[in-house]
Each structure stands twice: as structure tokens, then as C-alpha cells.
């Protein structure tokens, strides 16, 4: 491809909307343009980026045997509402009407549709296991579409369901799944970890996130501090266990003391003199059912993750000023669990642990002081609330956690039964007993796995693509286009790496030779190949590699095999 004719526009200047690296850099090489908020336009470049981690994620679900479908991206509205998504899923999901004004959404995700296939075709355990996949635009009407490709609206997901016998049959494909996930980032130059992640209410189901690793990240990733451990979890999921000593001291008397204005844990603590680990922080929640006190201590925070998954409710919202007003009596600030009525108290079982402890009195300016859960109130419901941090020990091991920020580019998921159940997709066994179909379900984003890749890859002049998924590997710039000679030259090293194999762009406007190579270091090729008219006199070229920025002269006469060394290097 000659650069004169290709659709790059790179531009000069950061764009103003954008935050994130890749965002920015994706805009400003000339990979895309925005059409709407989340919704992009890929340019010749981005799409042969993405081309390639598409094939990448094909030959590894092939591998593992899984069959290529293309399932439709608008769904009709009864498949969601025998699943019961019609209404959870919320407004994140496109939901339209065609002209006789039946219901369709735009299909976030395929569990639905593939579950309906599946139950229609699929009728014999000598039909099983099945993995079927799709790589496809998926809708979500995310409430912050932001950081480019990161968060859209519309992006590009690789879907496979894997459909089995039993939970054994699950767990066989689940490995595969993690096998082929591990190898696709590999093979995309990436740095990843597989993280343990947060399954939802389900509870209970095996689910891992991949992650790569980069500041960026939205995602909090706690990994274990000894590499032979392993244990890495999201936030979201992570957990600790608790260090708190058992009760030694006598029981105080429960008294009521004047904190006027002190509403925070810091402003407690300053103003009774005690440390904030003998505080029960209170906050109160409302669901879509009830309202909810849940407390930790107060050196901790909660997780409302796991609140949410402790509290089978559909809706979790921090309860406004006047819902706090009328549960506990008392402006917000003030809420402790003793006394406490008509609402769920949820402990995490550190409180259980607590002496002598301190918490509001729900009454305005005032706290209880030598307040002992196993005597002044029951919680409801005793349940690991904490939000896990870098510096607490490792669940497994003890080790120190360490914590990075992470890009969730794929999850891997075991659903079980919970769809085939829903729309009574069924087989029969052996004995010709009906049974469900075990299922699991496993995503990779590959809009966001290009965005995640530049975020681990650029330097202040632009992109530094990882060879396997660059979208061209070489860019050949004649220094000078006046020259005929070099010009004749140039020509002849672009048609010779083209003939081999090696997939190369010849520079050939009418620029100078510092413009071309910033547009070329900020585009990202592996290789450049100058042709320069000092060189040529001598017979050699330069190859400059982007990543290392090393510069080597090779000889005119071996550029394709010098080249082609050099990216075998890099693979
Ligand atoms: P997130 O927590 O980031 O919203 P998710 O857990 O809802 O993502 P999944 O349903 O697991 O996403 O989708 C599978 C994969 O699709 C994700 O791992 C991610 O790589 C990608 N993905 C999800 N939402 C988006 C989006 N809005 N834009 C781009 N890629 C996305
Ligand atoms: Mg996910």
C-alpha cells in the first residue's frame, strides 16, 4: 500500500475529548473517528489491527473445537423476558420497536438467542459437549460510554457458548476456554493476568477476568506478592482474611456521649481519642426490597459488590439524606445498629469481633460508646463486606497483596443451568431422561483488546504495535522524492518485502523526510526501512526498529532477509 493513497489522516494536535492513551493516540494516527458518543468508524489501518486479533481468536477457539456461527444482532423481545433480562438488564439495553410495534433489543450479548438455537437442534447427549461462537457487534447503552474503543456503545465482541452434559462436562470446556484465552493475549504480544472475578448473585459459579495490566485500567487487580501463590483477584471479589485478635477485654457499660458535628469516622476518632479500627462504621443502603444497615469497622470500606450479592436484590442505591432521616431518626452521620429497627443489618464478621466499640446513636450529635455486638444487637446477616486493599495478607497464603490497575479484555463464565432452565433447552440422556444443558459463556473484547494493546505499547512519539497484530509489519521512506535513483530503489525494497510475505507500506508523498518519520513512529510499525542517498552510495539502507529505536545498515542487496530476521526476533 502506498501511504499517498491510504486514509491516515494523522493529526498533529492531542484531541480535546480524549483521556486515555489509546484514545488518543488511536485518533491522532489516523485508526478512527468518532460518529457518535462511543460509536467509531475504523479506518483502514484499525480495521487490519483488528482483522488480525480476530484470527488470532479463531484458530484458538478452533483449536479447542469450537464451530463459527453468526447469530443475529436484533433479538426479539420474548426470548428476554423468558430469560427475565427484559427487565433487569435496564436501560443498558437498546431496545426498539419494528413497524407493527413488537419489541427487539439490539443484543448486548447472545445467551438468549444461542440457548433457543440450541434447544431447537440439540436433542441427544451424543450431540454434546457443543462450542459455538460469533465475533460481532454488540450494543450496550453504557450509562459513561468513554476512553475510545475501551467503552463503546457498539464494539466488537467474540461470544462462544459452550453446552455440556454435566458439571464435569462444564469444567472440561471452562479449561479449554481458559487455555485458549491465555494463548490468544499471549499471542497478542499482550501482558495479561487471569483474575478471579465477581460471578454475581448467581454465586458460586467459577469466573475469571483477563486482564492487561496498564494504568489506565478501570478494573482494581489484587495479586498475591509471591509469584508461587498466584492468588489474583478483582477487587470487586478479593479477600483477605481477618487478622482481628479474640475478645480478651471485660465488657464495658454502654453509654450514650455528645459528638456534636462529628459525622465522619476521622472526626470521631479525633474527637473521642480512639483509633478507627474500634469504630462500627454504619452506612445505610436502600434496595429494590428494604433498606439495609451494613457495617465494617471503621478503618475499612465496604464492598458493595458483595453487599449487592449478599442482599438478592436487583437495585442497590446509598440511601439520600431523608430515607437516612427517617430510618435511623438521625441526620446522616449518626446511624449505628444498636436499637436499630425495620431495617436489615448486615455485619461484616469483623464487628462480631469488636470490644468496647463506638457507633452513632442515631441521634443527631450523639455516639454510643462501648458498644459489644455479642450483647447490644444481632446483625441479620454476618458476611465478608470488606473492600480488600494492597497490604493486607493474601487469602491463600499470607503474603502481602499488591495492587494494579487492570483492563478487563475477556471472562470466562460457568453459568450452569440458569438459561437452558429459563427456556427449557433440554436433552436426553443415556437413560432418555430429559436434563438441561450445563453452560458456560466466554467473552473477549476485540475493539478493546486493540485499545489495550497501545495502552501497554507507546512511547511520546506515538504507537509501538506488538508485531503480531501490527498493521503493517515494515514502512519503507524514501528520504527525498526528488532523487530518482533512491526513489527507483526504494521501490524496488517494497515490491521485494511485499513478494515475501512481509505485509509493507512505502511512504511516497511528496513530504520531508522528518515529517514521514513522525507520521511513521506515531502509526507504530515494527520496522522502517530508510532509504537515504548516502546509504544507497555505499549500497546499504537503514533499518530502525520502533521499539528499541536501534538502527542497523544492511546491505542492499539482503533487505528482505535482514528484515525478515529482525520481525522472527520480535514474534
Ligand atoms: P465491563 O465490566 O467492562 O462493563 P462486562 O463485564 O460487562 O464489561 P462482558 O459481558 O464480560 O463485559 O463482555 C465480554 C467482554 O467484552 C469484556 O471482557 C470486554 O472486553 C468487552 N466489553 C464489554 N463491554 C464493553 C464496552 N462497552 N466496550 C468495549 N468492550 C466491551
Ligand atoms: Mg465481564
Not at 504480544?189 to 448467581?202: E, K, N, T, W, Y
Not at 542517498?533 to 545498515?553: C, H, I, W
Request: glycine residues 8%.
Amino acid at each position: 500500500m502506498r501511504i499517498s493513497n491510504l486514509l491516515l489522516p494523522t493529526l498533529r494536535e492531542v484531541p480535546a475529548e480524549a483521556e486515555v492513551i489509546s484514545h488518543q493516540l488511536l485518533l491522532r494516527a489516523g485508526f478512527m473517528r468518532k460518529a457518535a458518543a462511543g460509536v467509531y468508524t475504523l479506518l483502514p489501518l484499525a480495521w487490519r489491527v483488528v482483522r488480525k486479533i480476530e484470527q488470532i481468536i479463531r484458530e484458538e477457539m478452533d483449536r479447542q473445537g469450537g464451530q463459527e456461527i453468526m447469530m443475529p444482532i436484533i433479538q426479539p423481545a420474548e426470548l428476554w423476558q423468558e430469560s427475565g433480562r427484559w427487565d433487569v438488564y435496564g436501560p443498558e439495553l437498546f431496545r426498539l420497536k419494528d413497524r407493527h410495534g413488537r419489541d427487539f433489543c439490539l443484543g448486548p450479548t447472545h445467551e438468549e438467542i444461542i440457548t433457543s438455537l440450541v434447544k431447537g437442534e440439540v436433542n441427544s447427549y451424543k450431540q454434546l459437549p457443543l462450542l459455538l461462537y460469533q465475533i460481532q457487534n454488540k450494543y450496550r447503552d453504557e450509562r459513561r460510554p468513554r476512553f475510545g474503543l475501551m467503552r463503546g456503545r457498539e464494539f466488537i465482541m467474540k461470544d462462544l457458548y459452550s453446552f455440556d452434559r454435566d458439571q464435569a462436562g462444564l469444567d472440561v470446556s471452562y479449561n479449554k476456554m481458559y487455555e485458549a484465552y491465555t494463548n490468544v493475549f499471549s499471542r497478542c504480544g499482550l501482558q495479561f493476568r487471569p483474575v478471579v472475578a465477581d460471578s454475581g448473585a448467581i454465586g458460586g459459579s467459577d469466573t475469571h477476568e483477563f486482564m492487561v495490566l496498564a494504568e489506565s485500567g478501570e478494573a482494581t487487580v489484587l495479586y498475591c506478592g509471591d509469584e508461587k501463590c498466584g492468588y489474583a483477584a478483582n477487587q470487586e471479589r478479593a479477600e483477605t482474611f481477618s487478622a482481628a485478635s479474640p475478645i480478651t477485654n471485660a465488657l464495658e457499660q454502654l453509654q450514650t456521649v455528645a459528638t456534636p458535628g462529628c459525622r465522619t469516622v476521622n472526626e470521631v476518632t479525633e474527637l473521642l481519642n480512639v483509633p478507627p479500627e474500634k469504630i462500627i462504621k454504619t452506612v445505610i443502603y436502600t434496595t429494590d426490597k428494604e433498606n439495609v444497615a451494613a457495617m465494617v469497622r471503621g478503618d475499612r470500606e465496604i464492598n458493595e459488590i458483595k453487599l449487592y450479592n449478599a442482599l438478592d436484590c436487583v437495585r442497590l442505591d446509598l440511601a439520600d439524606e431523608q430515607t437516612v432521616q427517617s430510618v435511623t431518626g438521625a441526620p446522616v452521620g449518626y446511624a449505628g445498629p444498636v436499637g436499630l429497627s425495620g431495617v436489615r443489618l448486615v455485619a461484616d464478621p469483623e464487628i462480631t469481633k469488636m470490644v468496647n466499640a463506638v457507633c452513632g446513636a442515631n441521634e443527631k450529635d450523639k455516639h454510643l460508646v462501648n458498644v459489644n455486638p455479642q450483647r447490644d444487637f444481632k446483625p441479620d446477616v454476618i458476611i465478608d463486606l470488606r473492600l480488600v486493599k494492597a497490604g493486607e495478607p493474601c487469602p491463600h497464603c499470607g503474603s502481602e497483596l499488591h495492587e494494579a490497575r487492570g483492563i478487563e479484555v475477556g471472562q470466562v463464565f460457568k453459568l450452569g443451568t440458569k438459561y437452558s432452565k429459563a427456556l427449557g433447552g433440554t436433552f436426553l440422556d443415556e437413560n432418555g431422561k430429559a436434563k438441561p444443558y450445563v453452560m458456560g459463556c466466554y467473552g473477549i473484547g476485540v475493539t478493546r483488546t486493540m485499545a489495550a494493546a497501545v495502552e501497554q505499547n507507546y512511547d511520546d512519539r506515538g504507537i509501538i504495535w506488538p508485531v503480531q497484530i501490527a498493521p503493517y509489519h515494515v514502512i519503507v521512506v524514501p528520504v527525498s522524492n526528488k532523487d530518482q535513483k533512491l526513489l527507483q530503489a526504494a521501490e524496488t525494497i517494497y515490491n521485494g518485502l511485499n513478494a515475501t510475505g512481509v505485509e509493507t507500506v512505502i511512504d511516497d508523498r511528496p513530504e520531508r523526510a522528518g515529517v514521514k518519520f513522525n507520521d511513521a513512529d506515531l502509526v507504530g510499525y515494527p520496522v522502517r526501512v530508510t532509504v537515504g542517498s548516502k546509504g544507497l552510495a555505499n549500497g546499504q539502507v537503514e533499518l530502525y526498529l520502533r521499539r528499541d529505536g536501534e538502527t542497523v545498515l544492511v546491505p542492499l542487496n539482503n533487505v528482505v532477509g535482514a528484515v525478515k530476521a529482525k520481525l522472527r526476533q520480535m514474534d
